[in-house]
Structures are given as structure tokens and as C-alpha cells.
């Protein structure tokens, strides 16, 4: 959907606060998704926080590129004058900054308050010990384990310890170390660094490592299909949704509230045009819960492993794997998409195309899945490029974080990596695809957008979700 008129910009009228959900709109300063009219312009947060910023320590900036920087997601962050002028020449007002004195009392306040309230935690993760940030489980690996977890289980190329003890010290600097490998110079195209060569196999060593869930783990949740044939329409339509959304596991579950209190042949009934008896209903419910809470769990995994993660609040680690999981699942779904068959292939080996997910009810997330499928394979995005998106989807700007500028930070360290892997990768069209990629994570958040749409909507349907999944998802009344 492309952004309003100009005609919109400086209207008075329009207000602060978040767009209805049917609306899909960018970031008129750098092409985010939008979180709402923000000092009189539709802007994300990231430049909400920089205008505001910029506004009330009356900041001074220069530009080093010629003062005409075409503001995108990765320039916003490398020229703040010419992003200051985006701002203002999108319509965003100066005077509707509220004065650094008039904030300081609302955070005197504030602290007040918090005084009074008792700390409360979700129920992810363990409880933290003093102020010092923590990863979400006691028994994650921290930056100095990464190296020992590779070494158990991939080659030399994997994790190093040198990764380990010098990312921390990128995190509080502006760019990258300069530590180049020997490679051929190519079009003056820098080679990457030995920083970013191995932060890049770090990301690619446990996207595989917890890409599948373990045998252990399958076999828990197994159950037997007595007399059913596996290549039965309706089965295959249940099972391939097993992975992808929620939508798809509950638009099969049928544990409405007070159900069990039926009698069985009412519950039959009720399931007649599944065709299939109350007990399998179940089965097949618990298997596919079960399946997308391990999957959800190992996204969760991934994250923790993901270097400069522990350096965050727990608050703002919570905060980032309920916003990521549904993006992340969207990337796990097209590194599984076949082109020969235009199907996604799962676990069991077996294709599933967008007809299939249709005649599940699923239609228009169907249809943008698929094309978000067939457009990351028509760009060739290998392994680390995939690693690397969901480490960025991972950190970034979202509502609520109380750290936004580490979070900025940790995400400006991986977006450097990807523009460096890409630079050598995808000469000459570089810059090109580097855009795209770019684009991918919009795209991303318009997905995961879709998703919490549909979990909300069937609510509204007295559709259940299982606690873990309603709580990862931020999704009340499930």
C-alpha cells in the first residue's frame, strides 16, 4: 500500500497513536513499517525516538555524503542530518515535541510510581538476579560458550572464541573492526572482516542446530493413526500446517470451552464434517500444538544464541521473541520452499502447495505466503543471508523496549554484516539486492502482522490457543 498524499502531511487533524490494523503503511522518513502519525507525520519508531531526540537536545548534525542521503532503513542510521530533514519535510513538527523539562517530571513520576508497584515478570524465562542482564534460560550458552558448542558439532569454519570475546566491544562501537582476510580484491569491494566472517558462521551454526526438532523430542509427541491412510487429503492438510501459523492450528482444534462437558455423541457430531471420531480430534489437536510449541521454543533457542543477546535487559529480550517468532517462522518456511513443485516441504518429506493451504480455509495468508516464498527463491538467498535476516528481524526497533538504542545497535552491527556478505557475494547488482533484502524485512513485518490479526480474530470465535503460545504471542482472551 503506498503512503498517503502529501496533501495529508501537514493536516492538523491527524492524530498520534497506532493505525487500525487493516492498514499497511510505511514510514514516510525511512520506509519501516509504520507504527502510527507521530508529531503530525506516519513515521515507526525508530524515527519517532530520533526526531524527539534531535528536537529536545537541539542536535547539530553533518553530513558526510554530499547532503542528499536517500533515507532507507540502513542510511537512517549512517546520516542523521539528512534524516532530520526527511522528518521535517515529511510534515513532522518541532513544536509538537513536548519540552526535555516537561519529560524529566514525567519520568521523576514515573519512578514514583514504580516505587510503589510491585515488579512483576512474564512467566518465560527464569527470574533475574540483581540489575544484570541475563539470558532467558540459566543454562544458555553465553558468548564464551559459543565456541565450545561449535566445536562439539561442526567444522573448524564454526563459531570462534575470538567472535565470543570481541563482539561485546562492537556493540560499543559505531562500526565494524577492521580485521580483513586475505581475499581477492574485487571492484574495490571491501573483503569481510574476521569479525564478521565468524559472527556470519556463528548465526549459520545454529540456524541449522536448532532449524528441526530433535528425534527426542518428535517422539514425545508421536502418536498413531490406526487404519489412516498419510496421503489422506484432510491429514495432509492438518499436518502441514503443523509448523507455519497459528491460524492454521486453530482453525482444526476444536476445544471450545465446556466441550468435554458433551455427551460423545453430540462431540461427534459436532467434528462429522472432519470425519473423524472426538478421540483422534485430540490426538491430532495435542500433536500440532505440541509441534508449534517446539518449534516456537527453538526460534526462542536461536535467538538466545545470538551474539550481544545477553547484553539486553530481560524486559527487552521478552519483548523481542514475542514480536519475532511469527517473522522468524515466515523465513523458516521459505528456506523450505521448493521451486520445482511450488510447495513447501516439511519434515516428512512430503509438498504441500499453496491449493493445499486454500482448501484449509486459509486463502489470502495462503496466497502472501507463497508469493513471500516464490520471491525469496527467486533471489537465490542462501543460508547465511537467511541467518542474517532473522538476526536483524530479531533486533529490531519494537513498541515498549527500554533499551532501544542497544537494540539499535546490536541490529546496525548485523545489517553491516549482511551489506558486507552481500557486497562480495552479489556483484555486480550489489546494491540492488542489498535494497531488496532490505525490503524483505518489511515484508516480514507485514506477515507477522497478518498473523497476530488472525490469532485475534479468533478470539473473537472462542478459539483456543494453548497458554504458551497465547503468552508468546500477546494473545488475551486465548
Known amino acids: 500500500m503506498s503512503p498517503p498524499s502529501s496533501e495529508n502531511y501537514g493536516d492538523p487533524k491527524k492524530k498520534k497513536g497506532p493505525l487500525p490494523r487493516q492498514q499497511e503503511e510505511l514510514c514516510l522518513v525511512c520506509g519501516d513499517r509504520a507504527s502510527g502519525y507521530h508529531y503530525n507525520a506516519l513515521t515507526c519508531e525508530g524515527c519517532k525516538g530520533f526526531f524527539r531526540r534531535s528536537i529536545t537536545k537541539n542536535a547539530v548534525y553533518q553530513c558526510k555524503y554530499g547532503n542528499n ?23 513532522m513538527r518541532p513544536e509538537c515535541v513536548v519540552p526535555e523539562s516537561q519529560c524529566q517530571v514525567k519520568r521523576e513520576a514515573k519512578k514514583a510510581r514504580d516505587k510503589d508497584t510491585k515488579k512483576e515478570y512474564p512467566s518465560i524465562g ?21 565456541q565450545g558448542m561449535a566445536h562439539m558439532k561442526c567444522n573448524p569454519k564454526g563459531p570462534s572464541t575470538a567472535c565470543a570475546m570481541q563482539f561485546k566491544n562492537l556493540v560499543g562501537s559505531s562500526s565494524i573492526g577492521q580485521c580483513p582476510l586475505p581475499m581477492a580484491p574485487r571492484m574495490n569491494v571491501k573483503p569481510l572482516t574476521r569479525e564478521q566472517e565468524e559472527l556470519i558462521n556463528t548465526l549459520v551454526y545454529y540456524q541449522d542446530e536448532f532449524e528441526q526438532p530433535s528425534e527426542d523430542d518428535l517422539k514425545k509427541i508421536k502418536f498413531n493413526f490406526d487404519g489412516e491412510d498419510t496421503s489422506d487429503m484432510r491429514f495432509r492438510h492438518i ?17 471450545l470451552p465446556g466441550f468435554g462437558t458433551l455427551q460423545r455423541e453430540d462431540q461427534i457430531t459436532l467434528l462429522k464434517d472432519y470425519e473423524i471420531s472426538a478421540d483422534d480430534s485430540d490426538a491430532k489437536f495435542k500433536h500440532i500444538t505440541d509441534m508449534t510449541i517446539l518449534t516456537v521454543q527453538l526460534i526462542v533457542e536461536f535467538s538466545k544464541r545470538l551474539p550481544g543477546f545477553d547484553t539486553l535487559l530481560r524486559e527487552d529480550q521478552i519483548t523481542l521473541l514475542k514480536a519475532c517468532s ?6 523458516r518456511a521459505a528456506r523450505r520452499y521448493d521451486s520445482k513443485t511450488d510447495s513447501i516441504v516439511f519434515g516428512n518429506n512430503f509438498p504441500y502447495t499453496q491449493h493445499s493451504y486454500e482448501l484449509a480455509g486459509l486463502g489470502e495468508s495462503a496466497a502472501s505466503l507463497f508469493r513471500f516464498c516464490r520471491n525469496m527463491c527467486k533471489m537465490k538467498v542462501d543460508n547465511a543471508e537467511y541467518a542474517l535476516l532473522a538476526a536483524i528481524a530479531i533486533f529490531s526497533e519494537r513498541p515498549n523496549l527500554k533499551e532501544l538504542h542497544k537494540v539499535e545497535k546490536l541490529q546496525e552491527i548485523y545489517l553491516e554484516a549482511l551489506k558486507s556478505y552481500v557486497e562480495n557475494r552479489r556483484m555486480p547488482r550489489s546494491a540492488m539486492m542489498f535494497a531488496k533484502l532490505l525490503n524483505i524485512l518489511t515484508e516480514l513485518r507485514t506477515l507477522g502482522n497478518l498473523n497476530s490479526e488472525v490469532c485475534f480474530s479468533l478470539t473473537l470465535k472462542n478459539k483456543r490457543l494453548p497458554p504458551f503460545l497465547a503468552e508468546i504471542w500477546d494473545i488475551s482472551g486465548c
Open 239 to 255: 499436518t502441514e500446517m503443523t509448523i507455519l501459523t497459528v491460524q492454521l492450528i486453530v482453525e482444526f482444534s476444536k476445544q
Open 326 to 331: 511469527s517473522e522468524v517462522m515466515m523465513l
Open 69 to 91: 542521503c536517500e533515507m532507507d532503513m540502513y542510511m537512517r542510521r549512517k546520516c542523521q542530518e539528512c534524516r532530520l530533514k526527511k522528518c521535517l519535510s515529511v510534515g
Open 126 to 146: 527464569s527470574p533475574i538476579q540483581d540489575d544484570k542482564p541475563i539470558l532467558l534460560s540459566p543454562v544458555s550458552p553465553t558468548l564464551k560458550d559459543v
